[in-house]
């Protein structure tokens, strides 16, 4: 898979003097505003050390979402007017591209939600370990929430905090029981117990 597109950021603003033929979702598109234009580089390596998603990715992802309509997703004029829908991004990008990004963003969420939950079912974690890898990845989509520019309060992060902690409970509960039930091979069916050598 090919990694950044060749289009990086520059220091170029985009013109203002566009904004009237732009349609007016576009220009009223407020997502992303914290971020000065320019700071693509930056982003990146801050995704990059926490995250598996590159600002590429994230940017065209959370377009593709708040872009859908009954019929699909505006992939068109999401890359048409990406310089104006986030300030880090100065170049168009045809809808290959966005679907493309938006379909590498899935595919990694998927990927990192498979390994972490492997991780709490596999017993290698002891519950405080896991509330501390809950925690430090609680705190970083917070971040990236608020980048976006979503407003958290202290009782919506207490209660999505909670929810979380609730269901890592389910979680720990239920591979304990998962790990000492007869597991069946979904390839050949052989049955083993699974803490058979």
């Known amino acids: 898979m090919a990694d950044e ?11 203002e ?26 982003a990146n390596e801050f995704l990059r ?12 992802a959370r377009l593709c979402a ?14 048409e007017n990406l310089p104006h ?20 963003f899935e595919e990694k969420v998927r990927t990192a939600g498979a390994t972490f939950l492997y991780g709490a079912m596999s017993d290698f974690f002891t519950a405080e370990e896991l509330d501390d890898v809950m925690y430090e990845s609680t705190e970083v989509a917070k971040f990236l929430l608020e980048v976006e520019g ?3 309060t202290v009782e919506a992060e207490l209660e999505a905090e909670e929810r979380i902690s609730e269901v890592m409970r389910e979680v720990r ?25």
């Open 85 to 104: 829908l986030v300030p880090f991004m100065t170049d168009t990008y045809s809808p290959q591209a966005v679907n493309q990004a938006r379909a590498s």
């Open 150 to 152: 979503v407003d958290l």
């Open 49 to 60: 050390e926490r995250t598996y998603i590159t600002a590429r990715e994230w940017a065209l």
């Open 17 to 42: 003097d566009l904004s009237d033929d732009l349609p007016a979702d576009v220009r009223g598109y407020e997502k992303f505003s914290k971020i000065e234009g320019g700071t693509y580089d930056r």
């Open 66 to 79: 708040d872009f859908r309509t009954e019929t699909g997703v505006e992939m068109t004029k999401i890359g």
């Open 5 to 15: 597109p060749a289009d990086r950021p520059d220091d170029d603003p985009v013109s």
């Open 173 to 197: 509960e239920h591979s304990v029981a998962l790990r000492h039930d007869e597991v069946r091979c979904p390839e050949c069916g052989h049955s083993f117990e699974a803490d058979e050598d």
